[in-house]
């Protein structure tokens, strides 16, 4: 596990990115100016942003959503600190990232927990991180969860 600063708006002690940690110097990159020094905290739901729901598709199973998993391993390929999270537990998101050879190195509940990640990758209009990527649904017009349309 890296060892990190701390970071504020974080539930998690050790997990920091550089614009939040106080005196932290800034490295200067050529020509291009200063670039974060750090990781950033770098979220990602399941339902619609790593996977495409069969419902979705029409096709029997849940699809991984391949574009998006390729901007994840991105993320983590440069030494982010990433997290994968669903509405549906904890569990539910280990659970997926499983199925999906993905590794991170925390899994949420993401209505309950209290990061705040430096961005956030989402199919909803919610706001969940400092920077907000919403994610495009496939098939927009087919409702998800039935049972909590009233």
């Excluded at 990061?115 to 990758?121: R, T």
Aim: proline share 5%; charged share 20%.
């Amino acid at each position: 596990m890296r060892r990190l600063g701390a970071h504020p708006q974080s539930a998690f002690v050790g997990i920091g990115c550089r614009r939040h940690n106080a005196g932290a110097s800034a490295q200067s990159n050529g020509p291009r100016g200063n670039l974060m020094s750090e990781p950033l905290i770098v979220a990602f739901d399941v339902d619609d942003t790593l996977i495409v729901p069969a419902c979705a598709t029409g096709l029997p199973t849940d699809t991984p959503n391949y574009a998006t998993i390729a901007i994840y391993r991105w993320f983590q390929d440069q030494g982010h600190v990433m997290v994968i999270w669903s509405g549906c537990g904890k569990d539910y998101a280990k659970q997926w990232a499983g199925k999906l050879g993905l590794i991170a190195d925390y899994y949420r509940d993401k209505h309950s927990s209290m990061l705040k990640p430096d961005i956030a990758f989402d199919d909803s209009d919610i706001d969940l991180g400092v920077v907000n990527v919403k994610v495009k649904r496939i098939n927009n017009s087919i409702v998800r969860y039935p049972d909590r349309v009233g």
